[in-house]
């Protein structure tokens, strides 16, 4: 494997039963994340995007497929072999109002992850480290022994920034964690995540549904549609040319800021299907404008149409003009 | 009044009196809707834009709110002035709202076609059988089959729930349609959906429309007008093309530059410096004068009003920005 991988995804599955039958959250997703770069995953809600992070955390058991992590099998791991993998990889939540005790300082929060792997080993150095990591993610130390009730939205995100990035994580799975902010602080966030990145070489899956704030921080986009990938290319790449129909109408449909932009919008017909035993399909096919017999009854591969550019759509040559 | 004006808001101040402290949460808000005009209000979380529509339709919790000071006109009737008895029946006949969050502003145990048929019966002399075939026309002209009348809200999606309450609020044919983030809990493809349908039903029937939201996207997508908010107060207004295409005050420019764009490639965002005046406590001149890094003395003490610096495009400030920034 090349040495550059820091996180290799092989046919990765997540199956959740339910009383209806089994729930295909994550169906066979394969991806590899350069080190030092992002990956945005975008889709809508109940694509799987936050589950596929999850996963890959291991905060839930995969049910098929392999994970590998800087090179290492970690599809299968002893608790003692997750507790010293979770150093390494951390995640920053979507809501802060709910993702931190409520009854804990914002010292206490920021310490914590420290304690739990016991890696201070005076007071004075947990103190130390602590005041530190405060300052990189911007809270005034004056706030050390607020609670988090008496802060902001933006506050309390970077409370959840200083807990994943205090043990010095090289990758970071980030949950939608600017969906609960204003713009103007959403936009100081990502310039916060932004900066990390670039001074410790860290390593971001970023799973969002917006697609503007997706398209300025990732490297490379995911496009997900019920558990499956759709299209994944390059963020530039992508965002100048859609070859999935999914994907086409998903950007149309983003409201432009331009009033002089008229583009017309794709508008899709119907919603979500279920993800309970989804037929052995393309599951956009109802939805798609596109869809022929083949679509119905064959699930299509995600194939290269264009240097580093995947689609999984039986028709994306016809309807494309490749 | 002008002949094509259906509302008017003048000088509206709304506090909120709490134990130790007053939230000052609408200062002086003044303006006008006409017949069939959409327009929309923007602005971050706390701003007062949803306390405004509040007040417009008399619904402001009281206490601790209270109206304390302006005038507020629907077809020149003083509705800040009007019983509580009439603004029963103006609420859901003239004015209609619709709020954020679909998954809880409808009643989880009566049928979806009951709860538009409520609205109907309440506001028109029908007979059960008529007011049923109304609820069943609202239900399919919003795109949902007729045949779903006797289901309940929690076998719809979260986009055909906010399509059942844009059915309840246009089934009386209101003058004027307020919808407080109508598709901010909803996913873009849907949201594409249901903007085209309220676009769609608006034109059907002339509705005036207040879109309250903070995606200035929406805004350019649907509006014809629009009005910047910030801490309480509106600090921009305009015609939506003069606003986003030349804008005039330092907030509104660093709301803008603060959204990651589609069509604009930058590697680094520019947010607005600090955070949102406390609202128990605002400053005495210009609200955003902290954060403005074109504030001067005169900012500090002396609060600016809304001016008008071109057609139609009024702005709150001092020294607003001209076009090349």
């Known amino acids: ?322 | 009044m002008r002949e094509n004006e259906l509302l008017s808001v003048e000088d509206l101040e709304v506090k909120f009196f709490l134990r130790k402290s007053t939230v000052e949460a609408v200062n002086g808000v003044s303006f006008t809707i006409d017949k069939g005009e959409s327009v929309g209000l923007v602005g971050e979380t706390g701003a007062g834009k949803t306390t405004t529509a509040l007040s417009i339709l008399g619904l402001v919790p009281n206490p601790p709110g209270k109206v304390t000071k302006g005038a507020i006109y629907l077809n020149g009737e003083d509705l800040l002035k009007t019983p509580e008895k009439e603004m029963r029946k103006i609420r859901g006949n003239d004015i209609a709202m619709i709020f954020q969050d679909p998954m809880t502003s409808l009643n989880p145990v009566m049928t979806v076609g009951d709860q538009i048929m409520e609205v109907v019966r309440l506001h028109n002399d029908m007979t059960k059988e008529q007011a049923m075939k109304r609820a069943v026309e609202m239900l399919e002209l919003v795109g949902i089959p007729g045949e779903r009348y006797a289901e309940f809200p929690h076998q719809f999606s979260g986009g055909m729930k906010q399509r059942v309450l844009i059915a309840i609020s246009l089934a009386c044919n209101p003058k004027l349609l307020i919808a407080d983030e109508p598709t901010s809990a909803l996913d873009v493809t849907i949201q594409a959906q249901v903007l085209d349908l309220i676009a769609g039903l608006k034109e059907k029937f002339n509705t005036s429309l207040l879109l309250i939201t903070h995606d200035l996207g929406v805004v350019a997508e649907t509006c014809d007008r629009v009005m910047i908010m910030y801490a309480g107060s509106i600090v921009e207004s305009g015609p939506v093309r003069s606003v986003y295409k030349n804008m005039k005050h330092p907030y509104t420019v660093g709301l803008f530059n603060s959204l990651p764009r589609l069509d604009v490639e930058t590697d680094r965002l520019e947010p607005i410096k600090g955070m949102m005046p406390d609202p128990t406590n605002l400053p005495a001149g210009c609200a955003f004068c902290e954060r403005c890094p074109y504030a001067t003395e005169r900012c500090k003490t002396e609060r600016p009003v809304l001016t008008e610096v071109e057609d139609g495009h009024f702005v709150a400030c001092f020294n607003p920005m001209n076009k090349e920034g």
């Open chain 1, 1 to 322: 494997m090349e040495n550059n991988v820091m996180l290799s995804v092989k046919d990765l599955k997540k199956y959740f039963p339910t009383p209806g039958g089994m729930l295909h959250a994550v169906d066979g997703v394969t991806f590899d994340i350069q080190k030092g770069t992002t990956l945005g995953v975008v889709g809508e809600s109940g694509c799987g995007k936050s589950t596929l992070g999850r996963v890959v955390l291991h905060l839930h058991n995969s049910t098929g497929g392999q994970i590998f992590f800087e090179g290492k099998d970690i599809t299968h791991v002893s608790k003692a072999e997750l507790h010293e993998l979770r150093k390494q990889m951390q995640i920053i939540f979507q809501d802060p109002f709910s993702s931190i005790d409520p009854r804990m300082s914002v010292k206490q929060l920021i310490a914590e992850p420290l304690q739990i792997y016991k890696l201070t080993k005076s007071k004075e150095e947990l103190e130390k480290k602590v005041k530190e990591t405060m300052d990189i993610v911007g809270l005034a130390s004056r706030l050390a022994d607020s609670y988090a009730h008496e802060l902001d939205g933006g506050r309390r995100q970077r409370i959840g920034i200083g807990r994943a990035i205090i043990l010095n994580p090289s990758f970071i799975v980030c949950d939608e964690p600017v969906s609960a902010l204003d713009v103007s602080i959403q936009a100081q966030i990502l310039n916060l995540m932004q900066d990390l990145q670039e001074e410790r070489k860290l390593t971001y899956i970023f799973v969002t549904h917006n697609l503007s704030v997706v398209k300025h921080i990732s490297t490379d986009i995911m496009v997900m549609y019920l558990g499956c990938t759709v299209e994944k290319a390059n963020a530039n790449e992508l965002f100048h040319h859609q070859y999935h129909p999914y994907t086409k109408a998903l950007i149309s449909a983003i409201p432009h800021v331009d009033p002089d932009d008229d583009t017309k919008r794709i508008l899709l017909k119907g919603e979500l299907t279920s993800p309970i035993n989804p037929k052995n399909a393309c599951r956009f096919a109802p939805r798609c404008n596109y869809a022929c017999e083949k679509c119905h009854c064959e699930v299509p591969p995600l194939e290269e149409v264009a240097p580093g550019h995947f689609v999984a759509c039986h028709r994306v040559r016809e309807i494309n003009g490749l």
